[in-house]
């Protein structure tokens, strides 16, 4: 299962992660915090609304939404909201499985990238609690670009600093705005829906597990097409 060390069309060499919600499912803590505190002031938001904003900035802003007098007191009531959010996912463990496939691929002797449309900082934080950090080539986040995801920049910058080039990279996603970035990047894609993306409109093309990483690293091979990942 290790990479081929050729770069003829159609061989992955390297496998770049998102990861709020591939990763460590940050998403759907922040949802729930979210649709409680709508639900504080009689309100209730909608899992397709806020579907918008994920993996992505300025698509959906949830604010809208509330009342005028909680937006007066946005900034207040923010901090608390960012306290509970970041106490919540504190005490939450990665996405089952994932662990083992990152150190799998790491043992492997696949460079791993990370893209996400987070800051450094707190794809940083997570990733040192987690003792991950230690096993990606390369960090792409939202303080290196222009555009975040859907747009594929952060996706083609990872191929750059890997030097590789994108087809030569496995992209790996729970969200559709993610997965558009990866596509149009021109990554091979696989992706791994959690619980406030598996509804999203993913087209039938895309490699999906809907399992999340049940299957471990054999398994997000085989999806990705590469051939004798069954193979010790």
Known sequence: MCPSSGSSA???RAVVFDF???ILDTETREFLQWQQLYRQHGRELALTDWQRGIGTWGAFDPWAGLPEEVQADRESVHAELHDRIVADIGEQDLRPGVRGVLEGLHSAGWPLALATSSDRRWVTR???QHGLLNL???????????RVKPDPELYVLAAQRLGLRAGDCLAVEDSLNGGLAAVAAGMRLVVVP???TRTQPFPPEWA???????????GLLEA???QGAGRG
């Open 10 to 12: 159609g061989e992955l």
């Open 20 to 22: 709020d919600g591939t």
């Open 126 to 128: 997570w990733l040192e």
């Open 136 to 146: 990606f080539t390369v960090l792409c986040t939202r303080d290196d670009v222009r």
């Open 194 to 196: 959690n619980d406030v």
């Open 208 to 218: 999906r597990l809907n399992d999340g990483f049940a299957l471990g690293l054999v």
């Open 224 to 226: 990705a097409g590469v």
